[in-house]
């Protein structure tokens, strides 16, 4: 059908980036066509001017811009290989314009690749290398790519050395967790963005960002 065709094709430039899953991308052109034309559908989903690590999806054109973590969408670019496909926030977003974003596969760290926590400050992976300029390059590439972009909010994976918002691993490498933020969510949250945890996704409250209102 002409709708699987879009589908077909969106998924194919998603893909060829590492940046998307074709059901995720069937899934949300489904919900437009639920509720109007496939023409309407062709219309709403938009791709422009990527990179590798970042990716833009639109069902809206709207000027307020919405981050989030990569992995939190179904991209398997997390250390193990794997996602977070998060359904709650996918929901959230699907009429909303956002950013997709992997600091790490920005700055061309390998997938899957060890696991790295914050240890006195300095991350270091499972193995015990200091891996903390290569996390901060991929920050400032990752800052230097939206620099540009009116983002009012930012929708981050838990717990990550990059992104935690609220807590992060506490550098024993067993399970236990500090209060504490990522280094990509901190670097955000002092540029004056909105960081919110994804599993705050449910009870987030609009009025905490009044550009988000009325879309």
Excluded: W
């Excluded at 969408?73 to 290989?81: A, E, L, P, Q, R």
């Excluded at 926030?89 to 060890?114: F, S, V």
């Excluded at 990522?182 to 919110?196: D, M, P, T, Y």
Aim: neutral net charge; contains cysteine.
């Amino acid at each position: 059908t002409n709708l699987e065709l879009l589908c077909q094709r969106a998924a194919s430039d998603h893909r060829y980036l590492g940046l998307a899953t074709e059901d995720c991308l069937k899934s949300r052109m489904r919900e437009n066509c639920t509720s109007g034309s496939v023409r309407g559908s062709r219309q709403s989903l938009h791709s422009r001017n990527y990179v590798k690590g970042v990716s833009r999806l639109s069902t809206r054109l709207i000027s307020v811009k919405i981050l989030v973590s990569a992995c939190i969408m179904g991209v398997d670019c997390k250390y193990n290989g794997k996602n977070n496909k998060n359904l709650a926030a996918i929901n959230y977003l699907k009429d909303k314009e956002i950013i997709c974003i992997c600091p790490e596969q920005l700055a061309g760290m390998t997938t899957p690749r060890p696991c790295a926590e914050i240890v006195n400050g300095v991350v270091t992976d499972e193995n015990g290398n200091d891996v903390d300029l290569e996390y901060k390059r991929a920050v400032s590439m990752a800052l230097s790519q939206i620099q540009h972009e009116d983002i009012e909010l930012a929708i981050l994976q838990s717990r990550s050395p990059t992104c935690g918002v609220n807590q992060i691993y506490d550098g024993s490498f067993t399970g236990k967790l500090i209060s504490g933020m990522g280094l990509f969510a901190k670097a955000l949250k002092e540029r004056g963005i909105k960081v919110i945890d994804v599993e705050e996704v449910e009870s987030f409250n609009l009025l905490d960002c009044p550009q988000l209102q009325s879309i």
